[in-house]
């Protein structure tokens, strides 16, 4: 393994530099956390002929600094136990209106095309998170602006404060069209036109129990969920991963439970929920692991994943957190 991490994070120090082509294979072992060379946030899987791409955000926060994501880089696996890093394939400023901060992001495929949403700051024009969206010809990029500017701005919106326009998902319903959700203390909806870079309908707000932020939609049979990060003060003041369903993408939402419980030394946790080869995975983070003489922390966490189960009336089994993480075998 420390011949893998070397070569891992020379690939990380070169990525740093700029946005360069896909970067030579180099895998890691799929025991928690899945990548342990550097600091990853803020997970989003996506499946694409046969392999599944792990789209992460690199934390590089050091001492007491909160938040430093620099980058956003995506991994992929074919079996879930060896994973490929592909290095960086876009940083916030490559969308020349913003200044800072690879947040959380989601990508999908249409047309042969993958389309990248993401969260980053804009600059002095509209000041606060803003939605930008990028495009590539490969799940790995490079990944460019597609838009020339924000989706979604901070005046857009009326949310409680300047990060509000945070953390999109983004979803193909069954008739085609693409369903774009996101927010901190809101959370926001709307439909996306066939450009992808533009709203077919006028943004709206949906309340659901508990909800803070990362928001995850996805469908399994007939149900739809949306997986989030939330917090119920009177049990824990740190985030915990909760879900809503609904018969529709646009609800109404039911409140069906809790799926994890806080990160380890992390008041954030992200979920990102897929199925794979007929197995159904949960992703998230949390901030247990230390690199050299970096502990974890606010602004350094750790990527990580489970098996995730459903009940036959397709509720949710919580998931524990485990160290062996998708080692374990999976139940029958």
């Not at 893998?4 to 360069?20: D, E, N, Q, R, V």
């Not at 991994?75 to 940083?91: E, L, P, Q, V």
């Not at 200044?99 to 095309?113: C, H, Q, T």
């Not at 790995?140 to 838009?147: K, N, Q, V, Y």
């Amino acid at each position: 393994m420390k011949s893998t991490a070397i070569t891992l994070g020379i690939l990380a120090l070169t990525a740093c530099a700029g946005t360069p082509a896909p970067q030579p294979a180099s895998s890691t072992q799929a025991t928690n956390p899945i990548i342990t060379n550097i600091f990853t946030a803020d997970p989003a899987p996506i499946v694409h002929d046969g392999r599944l791409y792990l789209y992460v955000g690199h934390d590089e926060a050091h001492g007491d600094q909160m938040f430093n994501i620099t980058e956003w880089r995506v991994y992929s696996t074919d079996d879930m136990a060896h994973w490929t890093d592909h290095g960086a394939i876009m940083k916030p400023t490559d969308f020349k209106w913003a200044i800072r901060d690879a947040w959380a992001s989601e990508p999908i495929e249409r047309d042969g095309k993958f389309w990248l949403y993401t969260a980053v700051e804009h600059d002095e024009t509209d000041v606060g998170k803003s939605i930008g969206v990028a495009v590539s010809d490969s799940p790995t990029g490079p990944f460019t602006d597609a838009l020339g500017h924000a989706l979604v701005a901070n005046s857009d919106t009326d949310g409680p404060h300047v990060w509000d326009d945070i953390d999109p998902t983004v979803f193909e319903d069954d008739d085609g069209t693409f369903w774009l959700y996101w927010g901190n203390a809101n959370l926001y909806y709307a439909p996306l036109a066939p450009d992808m870079i533009s709203f077919a309908a006028p943004i709206q707000k949906v309340d659901l129990t508990n909800f803070e932020e990362g928001p995850w939609l996805f469908k399994r049979g007939d149900l739809y969920y949306m997986a989030y990060a939330g917090i119920d003060e009177a049990e824990n003041e740190n985030e915990q991963l909760y879900y809503s369903t609904a018969p529709t993408v646009t609800g109404p939402w039911t409140y069906s439970g809790k799926i994890m419980g806080p990160g380890e030394n992390s008041f954030t946790i992200h979920p990102g929920i897929v199925e794979f080869q007929g197995d159904w995975y949960l992703f998230y983070h949390n901030a247990a692991l230390s690199i050299g003489e970096e502990d974890g922390a606010i602004g350094r966490r750790s990527v990580r994943a489970e098996h995730l189960y459903f009940n036959e009336d397709g509720t949710i089994q919580p998931v524990t957190p485990t160290a062996e993480g998708l080692t374990i075998p999976r139940r029958e």
